[in-house]
T-cell receptor, first 116, second 113 residues
Framework: GAVVSQHPSRVICKSGTSVKIECRSL??????MFWYRQFPKQSLMLMAT?????????EQGVEKDKFLINHASLTLSTLTVTSAHPEDSSFYIC????????????FGEGSRLTVL | KQEVTQIPAALSVPEGENLVLNCSFT??????LQWFRQDPGKGLTSLLL?????REQTSGRLNASLDKSSGRSTLYIAASQPGDSATYLC????????????FGKGTKLTVNP
């Protein structure tokens, strides 16, 4: 099966600092990657869609200057939370769609961000 | 706007029972529907993917059905085991050039030994 690796799995940072989360498709090329966040006892909420080589498309209410997404290659997308605040503490999950697939998505293990 | 609802929110059963998880969606114009499993603090594991043209998919003890016209899907788990304890999420993909998945809030399943 297709494997998506997310790193780091847990990160604690001070308020005001920036944190970068990586999402890699290990054994396939991902034309599109998605970033979600999940608050406790809530469903996953799509933050943004990133296509390789182009700018990410952000969902309504998601600050593009705060959540920087880069999809530099067909196997790597990064999410940078800039000037993090405690309310940014959440579980961030990425997913990737394999090139030529029928819509099935493969998910990373998620990254738990805690902002002190 | 597509909305996905999962009932029940939580379910506790003794080991060995067969059980059904329900998922409903408001817009029947979907491309596919996926069932996922999420363990605490972990990412998602895709369990079953049903294309809009399909009625059901089976994998081991899992069987998922899709009734697109009524906006419903069920996940049937046979002979449940404690290792099945997790939150089960369903998500629909409406296509149309958008790759967005709309998720339900999940059903938290506990299988007691």
């Amino acid at each position: 099966g297709a494997v998506v690796s997310q790193h780091p799995s847990r990160v604690i940072c001070k308020s005001g600092t920036s944190v970068k989360i990586e999402c890699r498709s290990l054994d396939f090329q991902a034309t599109t990657m998605f970033w979600y966040r999940q608050f406790p006892k809530q469903s996953l909420m799509l933050m943004a869609t990133s296509n390789e080589g182009s700018k990410a498309t952000y969902e309504q209410g998601v600050e593009k200057d705060k959540f920087l997404i880069n999809h530099a290659s067909l196997t790597l997308s990064t999410l940078t939370v800039t000037s993090a605040h405690p309310e940014d503490s959440s579980f961030y999950i990425c997913s990737a769609q394999r090139r030529g697939s029928t819509g099935e998505l493969f998910f990373g293990e998620g990254s738990r961000l805690t902002v002190l | 706007k597509q909305e996905v609802t999962q009932i029940p929110a939580a379910l506790s059963v003794p080991e060995g029972e067969n059980l059904v998880l329900n998922c409903s969606f408001t817009d029947s114009a979907i491309y596919n529907l996926q069932w996922f499993r999420q363990d605490p603090g972990k990412g998602l594991t895709s369990l079953l993917l049903i294309q809009s043209s399909q009625r059901e998919q089976t994998s081991g003890r899992l069987n998922a059905s899709l009734d697109k016209s009524s906006g419903r899907s069920t996940l049937y788990i046979a002979a449940s085991q404690p290792g099945d304890s997790a939150t089960y999420l369903c998500a629909v993909y409406s296509g149309g050039g958008s790759e967005k998945l709309v998720f339900g809030k999940g059903t938290k399943l506990t299988v007691n030994p």
